[in-house]
């Protein structure tokens, strides 16, 4: 059963990317897609697995589409018609440029610009990697009756706003890919984030922002933007074992195992790294110089072989590309690590707007106790910790400035 649920896992998202171009209506799409995988699992283990699955489940997914539309009686008369011939007339399996350019379709209209982020990021984990209501509401951390509003409020817009299935054109697919790529890569940090105490069941996050990072890689192959997001993510992603000790606390980068790393992840990152580089020698793109930071601690052999010096110099690169507040923290911690506490500390003293921001806190905390300020430090902290939901980041404080 776990063999055919796999099956079922991997073919569903190709086959409700076309039924959803076919109908031009997400709602009736997945409806039809879940009706079709619930008789698969009861059919095929009687009958054995078809020769081609994805075959099979468009047939019947289309069967059950026309069913629905027949039971419909709010829908008008001609939209109704439409599609029942559109339905009628597709053909039992598509050729791969179709259901590449289906699949492409369906993860743009995810990740809309003119749905809000929270909603891309609930809708790609329901529609593009197919978990239930309940497991997108249990991993976003927001009751299931929420979510399910925050679900239906995302397909009203999209229905309203007339946004259509379409891949972007040539002059907006730059644009438009760097936010899906922004889009996986916050379902990917929601992996990691450490708001609760189930961080291990939220690896499952992380686990498939990682495959909608392959996918759009095999699906727009030579894009550094989708390089570098991958790769930034395989070398975070390398690191999943060493992040937390049994107890659930968190282990400090520097602190980490390193053999625990998982290595052949990690050869992988690097090189998506040096080829999101590449592909983007002209104007750096941001992903690609994020995924070079991540790649010079794959490199070191332990913390204290760090290339920090170069690690600084990168975000010199990404400063420019992004001077948020939150690069400009990150980096001025990376200027700690090379040696310059003290600079450090006042890169961040003098940033502006994260006066809420734990990590801004917890930073200058850090800094304030490398530099002998302990009472100082401690006030950061107790700050910082009035500043997270998280049990393992407030243990870590208490640690690190009892």
Same mark, same amino acid.
């Not at 095999?218 to 049994?246: C, I, K, N, W, Y």
């Given at each position: ?13 190709? =086959? ?8 031009? %209506? ?13 008789? /698969? ?23 059950? /589409? ?15 018609? /439409?599609?029942? !011939? ?72 999209? +229905?309203?706003?007339?946004?259509? &299935? ?25 992996? &990691? ?85 590449? !592909?983007?020698? =002209?104007? $750096? ?29 990168? &975000?010199? =690169? ?6 948020? $507040? =939150?690069?400009?923290? %990150? ?39 490398? *530099? ?7 006030? +950061? ?14 243990? *870590?404080?208490?640690?690190? &400035?009892?």
């Amino acid at each position: 059963m776990r063999g055919l649920a796999e099956v079922l896992r991997r073919e569903r998202r190709q =086959v409700l990317a076309s039924l959803t171009r076919l109908t031009g %209506n997400l709602d009736l799409a997945e409806d039809a897609v879940q009706e079709a995988s619930i008789i /698969a699992l009861a059919t095929w283990p009687r009958t054995g697995l078809p020769p081609n699955p994805r075959a099979w489940l468009i047939v019947a997914a289309k069967h059950r /589409a026309i069913d629905e539309l027949r039971r419909e009686a709010a829908r008008p008369g001609k939209e109704k018609e /439409a599609i029942t !011939l559109a339905l009628h007339q597709a053909p039992d399996d598509f050729p791969v440029g179709v259901l590449r350019d289906d699949q492409l379709r369906l993860i743009f209209t995810c990740c809309h610009p003119a749905l809000a982020p929270e909603a891309q990021v609930a809708l790609s984990l329901r529609v593009l990697c197919g978990l239930s209501v309940a497991e997108v509401a249990g991993l976003l951390l927001v009751p299931e009756a929420t979510m399910s509003k925050r679900l239906t409020r995302a397909r009203g817009k999209i +229905a309203a706003a007339g946004i259509r &299935y379409r891949v972007p054109d040539a002059a907006e697919l730059p644009e438009r890919m760097r936010q899906v790529a922004t889009t996986v890569f916050l379902l990917f940090t929601e992996g &990691y984030a450490s708001r609760s105490a189930g961080l291990h069941e939220r690896r499952q996050l992380a686990e498939e922002a990682v495959r909608l990072g392959r996918l759009l890689v095999a699906l727009l192959p030579g894009e550094a933007v989708l390089e570098g997001l991958l790769a930034t993510m395989l070398l975070q992603h390398s690191r999943r074992e060493a992040r937390f000790d049994a107890a659930g606390d968190i282990v400090l980068l520097a602190d980490q195992d390193r053999a625990r790393w998982d290595r052949a992840l990690a050869a992988e990152g690097v090189t998506r790294a040096a080829e999101a580089i590449r !592909l983007s020698s =002209v104007v $750096p793109e941001r992903f690609a110089v994020v995924a070079a930071i991540a790649a010079c601690h794959a490199l070191a052999a332990d913390a204290a072989a760090t290339d920090w010096r170069s690690i600084v110099a990168w &975000y010199d =690169v990404l400063v420019v590309l992004d001077p948020s $507040p =939150v690069v400009r923290l %990150n980096r001025a911690a990376a200027v700690a690590e090379s040696g310059e506490a003290a600079l450090a500390l006042a890169e961040v003293e003098a940033l502006t707007g994260l006066e809420g921001y734990f990590w801004w806190h917890a930073s200058r905390a850090e800094l304030l106790r490398r *530099l002998g300020r302990r009472e100082e430090a401690s006030a +950061a902290a107790v700050v910082a910790a009035g500043l997270t939901e998280s049990a393992a980041q407030r243990r *870590l404080l208490a640690r690190r &400035y009892p």
